[in-house]
């Protein structure tokens, strides 16, 4: 039998969330919840919204499973926000992890964990509470990935890594063997990183500019 689960968010992560545990988990998703005043429908998926300042008295948190569906907005300060307030209701934190994804680093994965399909996560990597994989990342061995961190897609993260709490790593970003980032650190898109980041660093790729030929002129296309 399924365990009931509870989905804080009504946006675009909270509606792939519901089609994620759906259809690839032990959990059935049963309501969700968001801030009273951000209800703007009674309805999302076809299931209950609930105000999340009442969401206990409706869904006890010895029946049912939760999770928080936010993205990295504030360098994940949201998403750990309210991580913080369901766990103080008594609430336990779901993961889920693909079964399309990779893994060997023995379950080394903490709660509220959302670990989307193509991810490579290698021997001895240890994954904290609240982190984000979406698709086609790759976690080399031994790397250490710290709470409330944020990995959009198809990153590289070499072995022995260290990142700090509520990073960002951005698409295609590059992170070389056995450096450390410190914490709330951003790595952009396109990223090549070849040296450890201070805490609170921004580090973005250079972005392609618009030739002067325009697309009509080049004759083999």
């Not at 429908?41 to 076809?46: D, L, N, S, T, V």
């Not at 209701?89 to 060997?104: E, I, K």
């Not at 897609?153 to 295609?172: D, K, P």
């Not at 990223?191 to 660093?201: I, M, N, S, T, V």
């Amino acid at each position: 039998m399924k365990k009931p689960l509870v989905i804080f968010g009504v946006g675009d992560i909270a509606q792939l969330a519901h089609y994620y545990f759906s259809h690839d988990s032990n959990y059935q998703v049963v309501a969700f919840t968001v801030d009273s005043s951000y209800i703007n429908q009674e309805i999302f998926q076809g299931l209950p919204v609930v105000p999340f300042e009442d969401v206990v008295q409706h869904y006890a948190p010895d029946r049912y499973g939760f999770f928080v569906a936010l993205s990295y907005s504030k360098l994940n300060s949201l998403r750990r926000e309210k991580y913080l307030a369901a766990k103080a209701f008594g609430y336990s934190l779901a993961s889920y992890v693909s079964t399309r994804a990779t893994v060997f680093n023995d379950n080394k994965i903490g709660d509220n964990c959302f670990i989307l399909e193509d991810n490579t996560i290698q021997p001895f990597v240890t994954i904290g509470n609240n982190v984000t994989l979406w698709s086609g990342n790759h976690i080399g061995h031994h790397s250490l990935i710290h709470d409330h961190c944020f990995v959009a897609s198809h990153a590289v993260i070499s072995g022995g890594v260290e990142i700090g709490e509520s990073c960002f790593i951005g698409v295609n970003a590059t992170l070389r063997d056995h450096i450390k980032v410190g914490n709330r650190c951003i790595i952009g898109a396109g990223a090549l990183l070849l040296a450890g980041a201070e805490p609170e660093g921004v580090y973005m790729g250079e972005a392609t500019e618009r030739s002067r030929i325009p697309s009509t002129r080049l004759r083999n296309i």
